[in-house]
């Protein structure tokens, strides 16, 4: 039991700062983060005074149903923050999660959006 318990402290007290890309395209900004072991029920997106937080666990779900001969993932939590810029729409802000990989979509605000003025005529 004292395994265990010594286990689970060193599981909350290892931060691992994932890998991820930041591109930007028309309507926004696009991020691509590497989570492996987590998944969407262990994985928090908060925003607090302009910073985006992505927290996440990993879960050795193949440990208990396999003897684990090797190991590289380290059991740890993920964690990683983003100052966002001011023309970003937080409030519009979505996510998706497919075999490890967290995308999330920050659209620019419409105020900042590129757009064509038509010109009227009299």
């Known amino acids: 039991m004292q395994t265990t318990e010594k286990k689970e402290i060193q599981k909350r007290t290892n931060i691992c700062k994932p890998a991820t890309d930041v591109v ?10 590497d989570l492996p072991g987590a ?7 908060s925003i607090e005074n302009n ?3 992505v927290k996440a666990s990993y879960s050795d779900a193949m440990g208990e149903m396999f ?6 993932y380290d059991e740890c939590d993920y964690q990683r923050e983003f100052t966002l810029p001011k023309n970003v729409s937080c409030r519009k ?3 998706s999660m497919k075999d490890g990989v967290l995308e999330m979509f920050l ?5 900042v959006k590129p757009r064509k003025i038509e010109i009227k005529k009299e």
């Open 107 to 111: 659209p620019f605000s419409d105020e």
């Open 67 to 72: 003897r684990t001969l090797h190991r590289e």
């Open 51 to 53: 910073v985006l937080t």
């Open 24 to 33: 930007s395209c028309e309507d926004g900004i696009k991020i691509f983060m």
């Open 93 to 95: 802000i979505n996510a």
């Open 39 to 45: 998944d969407d029920k262990s994985t928090e997106i």
